[in-house]
């Protein structure tokens, strides 16, 4: 149910004044510096062409965290402690998102030039390469998202509706429609849509259209962007936006655990860091509800461990 009343500012407080901060949560940080070196990551300056650093990246079953390093043509892969393994050449520059498979092959998005799905081996190297574009998504351009399921890989458009591309055999299937996205205990769907320009409604709907839950997420900051929506395998659920104070300017990632039934269990805040350069992906959710971040600032690129209480 909505939240109302009283309920709000009892939202409101938990979700500005008592939550906890990453300085108090962070329990890893890795910092890569930009350049040309193994470790290095590639970017390009504003001078240059379009501003861009690196575009996504992961963390797998190992530990080992996977950065798509697009400028690079490559995919550089690092252990624990941020060492530098080794990379996984790409036939271009023009992939903005990855993903990886249960059985750690690789997906790569370029909706914008080549608009494909590129499946990737880290022994093989490409595998197959399959198009984005046909039923249900006329323009590649407009997929906002990616992630794989256990029914397949699905594509949101929109921020709207997500469409099935690959089925269970990781290989181009019939199209199927869900509205937000799709929700890991199907057939069920995620749908957040901004309800006021500080306030997030998001609802579990069963096959449908009908809600099982919803909630309503009130921020004392304006919500400039909804950064991603999760649900874990438990089915609590993750929300992640980036605020904004219009008094003091101040910028925040602001994350909210919700249970299964969609109550609010947990919120945190890290400083939103505003850089030049172009990143797709910035947070990832881990399986127990942890969070990872990556950002730029002029030394390199940073990604940190947070943790909502």
């Known amino acids: ?21 990453a300085e108090d949560l962070a ?15 590639g970017r390009l300056d504003p001078n240059e062409s379009d501003a861009e650093g690196p575009a ?50 690789l997906l790569l998005l370029d909706r914008l030039v080549k608009r494909t799905i590129l499946l990737v081996d880290e022994l ?14 006329d323009d590649s351009g407009a997929v906002t998202a990616m992630f794989v399921r256990d029914d397949g890989l699905w594509l949101e458009v929109s921020h709207t509706y997500s469409v099935r591309v690959l089925g269970l055999d ?22 957040a849509r901004l309800a006021s320009p500080h306030a997030l409604h998001i609802a579990l709907q069963d096959g449908m259209g009908r809600a099982t839950w919803s909630q309503e997420l009130v921020y004392a900051d304006s919500i400039e962007r909804i950064v991603w929506v999760e649900d874990l395998v438990d089915g609590r659920t993750v929300v992640v936006v980036h605020t904004r104070n219009e008094s003091t300017g101040k910028e925040y990632l602001r994350a909210t655990r919700l249970t299964a039934s969609g109550k609010v269990e947990a919120a945190g805040e890290v400083p939103y860091v505003v850089a030049i350069w172009y990143l797709q992906r910035d947070v990832r959710i881990r399986r127990d509800g942890s969070l990872l971040r990556m950002w730029y600032d002029d030394s390199g690129v940073h990604i940190d461990d947070w943790r909502l209480p």
């Open 1 to 21: 149910m909505s939240m109302r009343g009283s309920n709000w500012l009892a939202l409101l407080l938990l979700l500005s004044a008592g939550v906890a901060h």
């Open 27 to 41: 329990d890893q940080k890795w910092a890569f510096p930009w350049g040309d070196g193994a470790r290095a990551l």
């Open 56 to 105: 996504s990246f992961l963390v797998n079953e190992l530990g080992e965290t996977l950065v798509l390093d697009q400028v690079g043509s490559r995919i550089a892969r690092f252990d624990k402690r941020g060492h530098f393994i080794d990379s996984i050449a790409l036939p271009g520059t023009s992939y903005m998102e990855m993903d990886q498979l249960p059985n750690g092959r």
């Open 124 to 137: 093989l190297g490409v595998v197959e390469e399959y198009p984005v574009e046909g039923e249900l998504i």
């Open 170 to 191: 990781w290989l181009p299937c019939a199209r199927v429609l869900v509205p937000g996205r799709p929700a890991r205990a199907g057939p069920a769907s995620l749908v």
